[in-house]
Nanobody, 123 residues
Framework: QVQLVESGGGSVQAGGSLRLSCAVS????????MGWFRQAPGKERRGVAA????????YYADSMKGRFTISWDGAKNTLYLEMNSLNPEDTAMYYC????????????????WGQGTQVTVSS
């Protein structure tokens, strides 16, 4: 059974950094779109970044470019999201997800989801 388990969330002051991890198990497709999404209180979930494990190509939401970096360690089956220069607007539950389809930030194309990890940024 496929499992995605996020970790690394927490509380940080504005300007700080966090690195989120997503450990993937039970998923044997070597060419996978892995994505990070986030949902702030009272708002819809939105895509942050995606990565195609076949060639490590990446795709970012415009507002995340330059501050966030998505990466994949195939040896560990772990997805990462490095977040820098965090601000209170980044406060949200962050989810990782897996898709067998092409790289995308369309959440409807993702098949498997983790439970999320909370990120809270204080001013």
């Amino acid at each position: 059974q496929v499992q995605l388990v996020e970790s690394g969330g927490g509380s940080v002051q504005a300007g700080g950094s966090l690195r989120l991890s997503c450990a993937v198990s039970g998923y044997t497709n070597r060419r996978t779109c892995m994505g990070w999404f986030r949902q702030a209180p009272g708002k819809e979930r939105r895509g942050v970044a995606a990565l195609w494990t076949g060639d490590d190509s990446t795709y970012y939401a415009d507002s995340m470019k330059g501050r966030f970096t998505i990466s994949w360690d195939g040896a560990k089956n772990t997805l990462y999201l490095e977040m820098n220069s965090l601000n209170p607007e980044d406060t949200a539950m962050y989810y990782c997800a897996a898709s067998s389809r092409a790289i995308s930030l369309n959440e409807n194309l993702y098949d498997y989801w983790g439970q999320g990890t909370q990120v809270t940024v204080s001013s």
